[in-house]
């Protein structure tokens, strides 16, 4: 459980994405600002996606599945991981803010019970990169062949 007063100084996405894994008793852990700063960094870098702000996405070497049929189901085709949430690089709490959800087959439950948002996702080995934006699901690296089928 993260305390009260860490969440306030969240972004509103990250504040509501814990807040509901926590009312879903989905095991969540809070990254310090260090160490979320270190992961996006490497994780961005590796990937380079082309919209890290405003509709996020990742462009170059990634497949595309349908939004509407995939938004709460995708991340049961994911291995049993952890995963790591980050969301829009626009502000300083953004760059510093990463979620690590410890089965990251159960994200779909959190999104289903959230409102909307925009996210990148990726693992703790950092081998993929999936950006879920307002339109479609974006996967890149070794994530793709769980998908391909799925267009």
């Given amino acids: 459980?993260?305390?009260?007063?860490?969440?306030?100084?969240?972004?509103?996405?990250?504040k509501e994405f814990i807040e509901t894994a926590?009312?879903?008793?989905?095991?969540?852990?809070?990254?310090?600002?260090?160490?979320?700063?270190?992961?996006i960094e490497k994780v961005l870098n590796s990937f380079k996606p082309f919209r890290v702000t405003g509709h996020l996405g990742i462009g170059d070497n990634s497949i595309s599945i349908s939004l509407d049929e995939n938004e709460f189901s995708y991340s049961e085709n994911l291995d049993q991981e952890s995963g790591y949430v980050f969301f829009e690089q626009y502000n300083s709490e953004g760059k510093t803010t990463v979620i690590k959800i410890v089965d990251v087959r159960k994200l779909g439950e959190i999104i289903t019970d959230s409102f909307g948002m925009e996210y990148f996702l990726s693992n703790?080995?950092?081998?993929?990169?999936?950006?879920?934006?307002?339109?479609?699901?974006?996967?890149?690296?070794?994530?793709?062949?769980?998908?391909?089928?799925?267009k």
């Fill in 1 to 14: 459980m993260i305390n009260k007063m860490a969440l306030r100084l969240l972004p509103s996405e990250a």
């Fill in 22 to 39: 926590n009312r879903l008793n989905i095991e969540v852990e809070l990254l310090n600002k260090e160490d979320s700063q270190k992961y």
């Fill in 124 to 150: 703790e080995k950092m081998d993929y990169l999936i950006a879920v934006n307002w339109y479609v699901v974006e996967i890149s690296g070794n994530a793709k062949e769980k998908f391909n089928l799925k």
